[in-house]
């Protein structure tokens, strides 16, 4: 089973100010890696797929990038919507499908 | 475009079967790759299982083995999870998501992460 582990867990940034969130594989998942946001009693929603591809309706402020093990989800301004957790999802090697275990992104 | 529509919460006591429903509208069942997962109170995303295009079967996380079934009713686009032998550790919030694919060739299958989710269904195991 392929380990996804984040970092850090917890982010604090000020709205306007630039985050980066860090996702690595334990072994190569090439660019089939997902990233999605969830907030509080609600379901995650996807951003990222195929590692730097943003899904439909996704600002262009997100943007995600890497291959192999090692991927970045970068906000480039924080809004006030954009605090929330982040997950990373591997879909190269399922089943299963493994999710990292999130990144809070808090308002400093 | 395709939204997800879950049943209602449950409540349910130590070693009974909860079964949480998942109806489709926009596109019919048999052109999704349905998955099923779930959050644990103030914990991560976890994988149960889902439809694998590519097989034409449903496959399991091992960690849910024998006490998980997965079922699709075509006439109604509604999909299924049946989990049985309940414990406190299964409270949580179910969802049911979409795993979007191409089939480009025959045995070549690219895939596009889960981009439909639905709005969860809370079960809660409490003697």
């Known amino acids: 089973e392929i380990v996804m582990t984040q970092s850090p867990a917890t982010l604090s940034v000020s709205p306007g100010e630039r985050a980066t969130l860090s996702c690595r594989a334990s072994q190569s998942v090439s660019s089939n890696l997902a990233w999605y946001q969830q907030k509080p009693g609600q379901a995650p929603r996807l951003l990222i797929y195929g590692a730097s591809t943003r899904a439909t309706g996704i600002p262009a402020r997100f943007s995600g990038s890497g291959s192999g093990t090692e991927f970045t989800l970068t906000i480039s301004s924080l809004q006030s919507e954009d605090f929330a957790v982040y997950y990373c999802q591997q879909y190269n090697n399922w089943p299963p499908v493994t999710f990292g275990g999130g990144t809070k992104v808090e308002i400093k | 475009q395709v939204q997800l529509v879950q049943s209602g919460a449950e409540v349910k006591k130590p070693g009974a079967s909860v079964k949480v429903s998942c109806k489709v509208s926009?596109?019919?069942?048999?052109?999704?790759?349905m998955h099923w997962v779930r959050q644990a109170p103030g914990k991560g995303l976890e994988w149960m299982g889902g439809?694998?295009?590519?097989?034409?079967?449903?496959i399991y996380a091992q960690k849910f083995q024998g006490r998980v079934t997965m079922t699709e009713d075509t006439s109604t686009d509604t999909a299924y999870m049946e989990l049985s032998s309940l414990r406190s550790e299964d409270t949580a919030v179910y969802y049911c998501?979409?795993?979007?694919?191409?089939?480009?060739?025959?045995?070549?299958?690219?895939?596009?992460?889960?981009?439909?989710w639905g709005q969860g269904t809370t079960v809660t195991v409490s003697s």
């Open positions: 439809f694998d295009p590519e097989d034409g079967e449903t």
């Open positions: 998501a979409t795993l979007e694919y191409e089939a480009a060739a025959e045995r070549v299958y690219y895939y596009y992460g889960m981009d439909v």
């Open positions: 926009g596109y019919t069942l048999t052109e999704l790759s």
